[in-house]
């Protein structure tokens, strides 16, 4: 975590950056990608040791701080050199310069994804209340619950059961359940 006075620095500083990445990537045609390295930078800046931090930010050279040298340095690299790690991270797709894309037809469609953690939900409250439809054993339901709704691992389970009767009562309250679900006959 860095100091408070690292993190004023930042502040009071960002916008001067930003200037210094907005050009530097203007000049290599990512000029919208400007905020995204500096941000980058930064974040590689607070993963360092902060004694180290601090001793940058103490020296002083011409009205600025190696702590300022450094970050532009990191900007100019991240906006210029293809192996920095801004770019190693974040490849551009490669474009087809020889494409007319006003040409391509695009099929309008409806997008009929669903909400996934709302989904996801509804699913383990089914299940839920399928595991109060059956009459299961209190281990069963145990057991069943340990490991899919705590995603527990049986080897951490604390118990006489074997690895071996748990996968075979676990296994069974799920193919119960799916059986529930599907509407077939459990019996």
């Known amino acids: 975590m860095i100091s408070t006075?690292?993190?004023k620095y930042i502040s009071k500083r960002y916008e001067r950056w930003l200037d210094y990445a907005i050009y530097h990537c203007s000049l290599n045609d990512m000029k919208d990608e400007a905020m995204d390295v500096l941000n980058e930078v930064l974040l590689s800046?607070?993963?360092?040791?902060n004694d180290e931090l601090?001793?940058?930010l103490e020296s002083k050279k011409n009205g600025y701080t190696e702590l300022d040298f450094f970050v532009l340095r990191m900007i100019k690299l991240n906006a210029t050199s293809d192996t920095s790690p801004y770019r190693s991270k974040y490849k551009p797709m490669p474009v087809d310069r020889n494409v007319d894309?006003?040409?391509i037809e695009i099929e309008?469609?409806?997008d009929a994804q669903e909400d996934t953690p709302t989904s996801i939900f509804n699913r383990f409250e089914e299940i839920r209340e399928v595991i109060v439809e059956l009459d299961l054993s209190p281990l069963?339901?145990?057991?069943?619950?340990?490991?899919?709704f705590c995603d527990e691992s049986f080897s951490d389970w604390e118990g006489p059961e074997s690895l071996k009767q748990m996968y075979e009562v676990y296994n069974g309250v799920l193919e119960l359940i799916k059986r529930k679900i599907n509407g077939?006959?459990?019996f």
């Open 54 to 56: 601090k001793r940058m």
């Open 101 to 103: 894309y006003t040409r």
């Open 184 to 186: 077939e006959s459990i």
């Open 5 to 7: 006075s690292i993190e």
């Open 45 to 49: 800046l607070c993963r360092k040791n």
């Open 140 to 148: 069963a339901r145990k057991i069943f619950e340990y490991r899919f």
């Open 108 to 110: 309008d469609m409806q």
